[in-house]
């Protein structure tokens, strides 16, 4: 289309990295309940990659979801921004802290 801006964002590897070191462990999901804060972190990315990466970790993003949506830290902070588990690509614990990346 003539004169259409082209989506500028992430290419979708960083993205799949980011998952692929993020763990679902029950070891992981107990210190989700330890934790004392969160820190949303958005990722910009065009719709063909977000489905390419969504297409590439389904199962895993499954699980995420249903692992997100069950906490009610992280259910409380993604609820204030105006989102919900279905945003989350990955939780990553830092200490006390859970870094969700949402897109």
Not at 5 to 31: F, H, K, M, P, Y
Not at 69 to 94: K, T
């Amino acid at each position: 289309m003539p004169g259409a801006v082209a989506c500028r964002g992430e290419d979708g590897q960083r993205l799949v990295n980011i998952i692929a070191a993020s763990s679902l462990s029950r070891n992981t999901l107990n210190g989700w309940a330890r934790a004392r804060d969160v820190q949303l972190v958005p990722v910009r990315v065009c719709r063909d990659v977000k489905n390419r990466v969504q297409a590439s970790v389904s199962g895993q993003l499954g699980q995420l979801h249903a692992a997100v949506a069950s906490d009610p830290l992280i259910s409380a902070y993604l609820s204030r921004s105006g989102q919900n588990a279905s945003n989350v690509f990955a939780v990553q614990q830092q200490g006390n802290q859970l870094v969700v990346y949402t897109y």
